[in-house]
Every structure is written in C-alpha cells, then in structure tokens.
C-alpha cells in the first residue's frame, strides 16, 4: 500500500533519536516497511509491555504489525484493537494519538470480518474536523471522501454527495493529501457523473499539478487526463499529455494504444 510506505517513513522520523530503544523501535518500523511484521512484533511488544518513552509509539507499531501478519486473524485484529484504544483516547492529542485514531478508522473499514463503514466515516471525519492540518487527519479526509463516494445511494443523491465533497477541497494542505484527493474526485465524477467529463479532466489536471512521487500512478493519471481531453474534443490538450505519457512509458502494455491515439488525432496547425 502505498500510504503504508509514507506512513513508516513519517513514524520512523517521529521516532528518531539516539538511544538504543528508540534505534530498536526504528528498525522494526523498517521491517513494517519491508512487511517483515512477525520481527517487527518481536520489538513493538515488550517495549510496549515495559512502558517508559517508547511505549506510546510502539502500541502504534505493534497495531499495524499484528494487521499485517499473515495469515489474518480475529485474534490478531482484537488485539490490535485493544493495543490502540488507549493511545487514541489519550492526552494531549499528538502525533501518536491522532495515527491511533486513523488505525482504529482502517480495523473498522477493511479489518473486521463484516466491516464498519459507518464507523470508519465518523472516525476518519472526527480526525479532519478536529485536527484539520495534521497529515494523518488529512489523509482520514481523502479517505472519508472515498467511502462517501462508493456508499450506495440514488443517483440525485450522488450529485449532492460531490457537491459536499467539492466543499472540502481547501482542506488539503499536505501535497500527497491533495493529489489523492483530487484523483479520487476524477474517479468519483467518471463513476457517478460521467456526463461531467470537464469535472473529471478538472480534477485530474489539480492531481498532476500536486505531484505524484509514483510514477505509474503519474503515468496512469497523465493517460486519464489525455483521454478525458479527447472526449472533450480538446485535441491539442490530448496530445500533450498523451506525449507525455510515452515519454516516460517504453515498457507500459498502454503505450501501444497512446500511439494510435496520438495518430488519430487532428494534426497540429502550422
């Protein structure tokens, strides 16, 4: 998961320092990174149980160590839950709690055998509402969007589910929030609004300009936004971002079908 790997390496610098219980912890946030999760275990659970500086940090890490172990069980997910319930209801509400809280959002969402979406949503949406600017609350925001988008609902209610979604577009400070916000509303307009291809292309074009540190994601929206642009009969806009696309895409299976886009399309004026 990609956010997994933004995440660890936003905790391990939470927990920077110099001495050996916290070189201790930072390794096993490498080991997270690299899903070795049983070793990570072996180090998040008796720092958790002796208490003292490192303690609050390693609940967090033993949570998300005991979510990735394979394979999943009830018991692991329990207990991961009871590992983070008092970080995320503790004081002050640092760094640490707030990552306690959004854990606690992704066991209702996609760990519980029958999930929790009503759950997640006020979880992730109590974390943007009270800590607007924190990263972690902002990346609970993108997800709020995403379970409000795919919630089942009428179609005149998916309008005005997008309008309140447009609403919380100057949340998203942090770069990384923003691009995934915006990729998500391009999706959310392609699946519920496809007549409002210009919302789509919008959103689409806000997610390049935000940047994206993954480049077949950046390819894959690049390819979105020229062909979004073909549908709306933008041929020069289409031809740009399909270039670009191949530019960096020798060995996309896409780059085949970009070609004989491009050699459809209208040629350039003089």
Excluded at 127 to 134: I, K, N, R, T, V
Excluded at 154 to 171: H, I, N, V, W, Y
Excluded at 200 to 217: I, K, M, N, P, V
Excluded at 235 to 259: C, H, I, K, M, N
Aim: aromatic letters at 8%.
């Amino acid at each position: 998961m990609r956010l997994r790997t933004a995440l660890v390496a936003f905790l391990c610098l939470l927990g920077a320092g110099t001495s050996r219980g916290a070189e201790e912890l930072a390794q096993a946030w490498r080991w997270v990174a690299e899903q070795r999760y049983a070793e990570a275990r072996a180090v998040f659970e008796p720092a958790v149980s002796a208490g003292g500086a490192g303690a609050r940090e390693a609940r967090l890490g033993l949570a998300v160590a005991l979510l990735g172990v394979q394979p999943k069980t009830q018991g692991n997910v329990n207990r991961a839950r009871e590992v983070l319930g008092p970080l995320a209801s503790s004081q002050p509400a640092d760094a640490w709690a707030l990552q306690g809280r959004y854990f606690l959002g992704r066991i209702a969402e996609l760990h519980e055998r029958e999930p929790n979406v009503v759950l997640a949503r006020r979880i992730y949406r109590g974390l943007f509402e009270e800590h607007p600017q924190a990263p972690i609350a902002q990346a609970a925001a993108v997800k709020y969007v995403l379970l409000a988008l795919n919630a089942v609902e009428p179609p005149e209610a998916k309008q005005a589910t997008l309008a309140r979604m447009e609403s919380l577009s100057g949340l998203f400070a942090e770069a990384f929030a923003r691009r995934d916000y915006h990729v998500v509303m391009a999706y959310g307009y392609l699946r519920h609004a496809p007549e409002r291809l210009g919302d789509a292309r919008r959103h689409a074009l806000a997610a390049e300009a935000a940047g994206f540190t993954d480049a077949e994601r950046r390819r894959s929206n690049l390819l979105r936004i020229a062909e979004l642009s073909r549908a709306l009969d933008d041929p020069a806009t289409a031809r740009s971002y399909y270039e670009q696309f191949l530019a960096g895409a020798a060995r996309d299976t896409r780059a085949l079908l970009v070609r004989e886009r491009l050699a459809a399309l209208p040629p350039v004026a003089p």
